[in-house]
């Protein structure tokens, strides 16, 4: 079974959603027994940093899904919250990945909301999927392009759309927005 987090942010029933049109049987849960027990695990989002960080070390879970050890993916919030350090509410992070989340400069629209390529695409997740697929995006904050970034996308500047290390995937985009595409990475995540 897949488990999908639950902490208090949006989006996660989309995510679920997308899941049953595959197939897939999932639950959505905070409990850390069933994080721990589930053949992989998604975290998905779309809130404010800080508030859901709260959430995540009320209820021990913070340390739960640092500790796992299954495949992992983390989707927009989700992604942003696995990095060391948001500027959203100056918000300590997960620190799964060295990667730090920004505030997307002032000079162009933010957010970042709508259809977007790659300039750069790597690791099982991307498997059948190049740097001309799109994928939809909306954040107003990114995270830095650093050592764990397999996925690069550019809109005002160069940002990480794609993390991974070990056992933990994130992407800032939207798969289960994402049409035909983001069905196929999230069929990738879940053959890994």
Known sequence: MIAIVKYN??????VKNALDRIGVESVI??????????EKVIFPGV??????????KERGLDEVIISLKQPFLGICLGMQLMCSHSEEKDTTCLGIFKEKVRKFPSKGIVPHMGWNDFTKTEGPLFEGITTTDNMYFVHSYYAEVGEDT???TDYLVPFTSALQKDNFYGVQFHPEKSADVGQKLLENFLKL
């Open 150 to 152: 397999v996925g690069e």
């Open 29 to 38: 849960t905070d409990d850390p027994e069933t994080l721990n027990s589930a």
């Open 9 to 14: 942010a949006g989006n996660i029933r989309s």
């Open 47 to 56: 809130g404010e940093a800080g508030t859901a960080m709260s959430y995540l």
